[in-house]
DNA sequence: CTGAAAGCGCTAACAC
DNA sequence: GTGTTAGCGCTTTCAG
């Protein structure tokens, strides 16, 4: 490939057409105030030279980029991947772009420096899309102040000072636990994802709550936490099953970790769903090919992206106009999808 | 959240320290001729008022915006998203900012656009992530004069007119084949992707070309085509224990069409691995926690990725100094992970 | 309808 | 060591 630097410019067109170069900004930005002859002839130009006008150089002028921020983690799992999906689609629907950072893992707390390199490159807003694990999210309650654009965190608490757009998992916890009082089961035990996870914990708080609800008690022995993994799913659920000996129903934290605990409860020769009903969480595409097909919580990804751009472009419009931003809480209700592990046939 | 648009600039630090711009740009990229007074004083008043440098405003002087373009498609997959995962730590690694664009399906063929918004954005070189599938890539051959900065394309067929960076798929359905052969089965079947995917077709040849070189014969009988869903496997190995009912090994194109081929097989009253031996392909990472634990074909996504950043970059830099680029081409071989579903313990 | 001048925030190239 | 000038590619403002 030979180099071939040096772009067309604005200059370079309306030297071609004879006429100034704000003649030309005018065409490209379809003001009215150009004559049909002038505008068809500098279309014609613009077409023949294929030239593209920089939207660095807009971006610098009008102090507006049409670019978004978006920090996220984990995009080696399913999860922030469908999210971020759900972000690129909204984004190119609403013509914004897209700068992207990727943080070394969950809970890094070097912030700072990534709000730097974005706000250095003039984005119009930041998605942050890293899931609330320990203290990763304490610099929101402090740092506002010091970020000139809005930001709409993903996947956190909601907290009344800031934008959060989130799948409610504590609804989810419920859903799935009440799903599996229906079934007829009474003593229904619980693997956690890792408690210093908010969503682990909101799933498990409302595993906790339906069974209170329902004048069930709620025992140390009925809950064992794993790590995500179906690696960990294996042995929590042995621990379970020595802790809970009764158990009639399991409500596992992710689709992952109840795969395992179909396998274990396999290889005991336990009959799932007669001996042992399961609900998973997550609705991984394999699930449903699961041994049994897996009864889980489906959480729609796609559309949690989706709005949370939705929301921070509402916010950068009022922004841009100097008008105040009043934050606002998104919360998108996940919903069971019924399969064989949690319902025996009558 | 109150608006305080309007960023600190060059100029106001310059005003506050009582020197000229100049002097702040050379204490920002560390040039030497600054006496250390000065830059002491201006680097306080810096940390200071807080002040950024405009990456833009500097890419627009600069001719260079360390930015890469990203085109990728289908993140819902794990497979785009591993790739990108590696993309987003080489480049972090590397300085490198990326602007990341998804295209609404796999086989999109609105190319020119996609370019256009990138280029427009100054950006340096372009990491095309979508895989190769019907005729997506006949753009590739012709519209390579028109773009003015480096491209690296990610999992397509090489050729020696530009650069790519790509799992050698053949080697991943020969070593899976292989090994098949080497557990001393001789009827080997196939359920491939959809053959109008590169990879599919590459997968099925390496698998072809190894029962051939056995001195097997390949019959249509022996292979049937899904569609990379666990869906489309459950069909495609029914008809294949129909079409060769001989079959004692089967060779699957991914992780996730297998899982149904050990679903059915169990239903069928199938012993896995001792009726049948199973290789997936993937290395989901639920694959071994399948019943039995898949046997199956790693591809290092996350170092596909990494590569594609590294070659890329490297290309850059050789254009920017005016000096010809010569394409190069990088094949990664994937890795067998053997697990229960293929070996029969003696 | 069209153009000239100024400037977004920065740096290269030169002066002193 | 430091300042001045010019300009990256575009748009805004104001003249005409």
Redesign the interface.
């Known amino acids: 490939?030979?180099?071939?630097?040096r772009?067309i410019t604005i200059k370079h067109v309306a030297k071609e057409a004879g006429v100034s170069t704000q003649t030309i900004s005018r065409v490209i930005n379809g003001r009215p105030d150009v004559s049909p002859e002038t505008r068809q002839r500098v279309l014609d130009i613009i077409s023949k030279l294929?030239y593209?006008?920089?939207?660095?150089?807009r971006?610098?002028i009008q102090?507006r980029?049409c670019?978004l921020g978006?920090v996220t983690a984990g995009?080696?799992?399913?999860g922030?991947?469908?999210t971020?999906?759900g972000i690129?689609?909204k984004a190119?629907e609403l013509g914004y772009?897209?700068?992207?950072?990727?943080l070394?893992g969950f809970s890094s707390n070097e912030i700072q420096p990534q709000l730097?390199?974005l706000?250095?490159?003039?984005i119009d807003g930041i998605l942050w899309a890293v899931p609330e694990i320990g203290n990763n999210r304490d610099w929101v309650k402090e740092g506002?102040t010091?970020i000139?654009v809005?930001i709409v965190y993903l996947t956190m608490q909601i907290h009344p000072d800031v934008s959060v757009v989130t799948i409610d998992n504590h609804i989810g916890g419920e859903i799935a636990t009440r799903h599996l009082l229906e079934q007829g089961r009474h003593r229904i035990g619980h693997i956690s994802g890792p408690m210093d996870w908010w969503e682990a914990r909101q799933r498990n708080q409302g595993w906790q709550d339906t069974l209170k609800k329902a004048g069930l008690p709620v025992t140390e022995a009925s809950c064992v936490e794993g790590n995500w993994?179906?690696?960990s799913?294996?042995g929590a659920f042995q621990q379970l099953l020595h802790s809970y000996p009764d158990m009639d129903a399991v409500f596992v934290a992710n689709d992952?970790m109840a795969?395992?605990v179909l396998?274990v409860a396999?290889r005991l020769g336990m009959n799932i769903p007669r001996d042992l009903s399961v609900v998973g969480f997550d609705n991984?595409?394999?699930s449903?090919?699961?041994?049994p097909a897996l009864t889980t919580i489906n959480q729609n990804q796609?559309e949690l992206g989706g709005q949370a751009v939705q929301e921070l472009v509402n916010q950068i419009e009022v922004?841009?106009r100097?008008?105040?931003?009043t934050?606002r809480n998104i919360l998108l209700s996940p919903e069971l999808i019924v399969r064989e592990s949690s319902v025996v046939e009558k």
């Open positions: 490939m030979i180099p071939q630097n772009r294929g593209q006008p920089s939207e660095l150089a971006s610098l102090r980029s670019t978006v995009l080696k799992y399913i922030p991947s469908r971020l999906n690129t689609t190119e772009a897209l700068l992207l950072k990727e070394p730097q390199f706000l250095a490159r003039h506002l010091g000139p809005p993994s179906s690696s799913g294996e992952q795969l395992s396998k396999h991984l595409s394999e449903a090919f699961f041994w796609l922004f841009q100097n008008e105040e931003v934050p």
